[in-house]
């Protein structure tokens, strides 16, 4: 069974930098075509997919964010980091860590991390 | 980026009705690779369909998706009191995949 947690600070200040974790299990990295994501809700707009990492270290970004954000991996304790700088109050939000197998569709969510920027 | 429009906004139905969800992608999606996706409440998504088709492992049999090019649907045949929630369609044919903006299934 696939369970992926996401961790990380509630409340943000503009222009500072966020970081979040996503702590998982049931998987691994070195599994070929295993990929962690992150997927952002914000009030009124659609889910929004922000960046995504691969088993060989590949990594993916939304091109309209591609030079605020970064993801890592630490493979031996099967965590994923997002990293997004220079925040503002438009990207408040729940952020989901998400699995994916194949292409691009997600099979299993965190259970997703409010994170609010405000001053 | 495709972008996809989901109809209704909003759907009032009964349990037991048959409910009918569109999803229409600003531009032909390849392969029809197109996904739904069920959040009830205080949860996170869950995925439902994949490949347009393809019902995820655990998903009941009364969700099906058909469709393809611009044009999906997600069709629910019977619905239980479970099944009322919002709905989302994802297109992963092009980068950046996208969602559509939701469907809120609802008690009538």
């Known amino acids: 069974q696939i369970t992926l947690k996401e961790s990380g600070p509630t409340l943000v200040k503009p222009t500072q930098t966020l970081t979040l974790t996503c702590s998982f299990s049931g998987f691994s990295f070195n599994t070929t075509g295993v990929g962690v994501g992150w997927i952002r809700q914000s009030p009124g707009k659609a889910l929004e997919w922000l960046a995504l990492?691969?088993?060989?270290?590949?990594?993916r970004y939304r091109p309209s964010l591609k030079n605020r954000v970064t993801i890592t991996k630490d493979t031996s304790r099967n965590q994923v980091v997002f990293t997004m700088t220079n925040v503002d109050p438009v990207d408040t939000g729940t952020y989901y860590c998400v699995h994916r197998l194949h292409l691009y569709f997600f099979d299993s969510w965190g259970q997703g991390t409010q994170v609010t920027v405000s001053a | 980026e495709v972008v996809l429009t989901q109809s209704p906004g909003t759907l009032s139905l009964s349990p037991g009705e048959r409910a009918i969800l569109s999803c229409r992608a600003s531009?032909?999606?390849?392969?029809?690779?197109l996904a739904w996706y069920q959040q009830r409440p205080g949860q996170a998504p869950r995925l439902l369909i994949h490949g347009s088709s393809y019902r995820a492992p655990g998903i009941p049999d009364r969700f099906s998706g058909g469709g393809s090019g611009t044009d999906f649907t997600l069709t629910i045949s019977r619905l239980e009191p479970e099944d009322f929630a919002v709905y989302y369609c994802?297109?992963?044919?092009?980068?950046?995949?996208?969602f559509g903006q939701g469907t809120k299934l609802e008690i009538k």
């Open positions: 531009q032909s999606v390849t392969n029809s690779y």
């Open positions: 994802q297109q992963y044919g092009w980068s950046p995949c996208s």
């Open positions: 990492i691969y088993w060989d270290d590949d990594k």
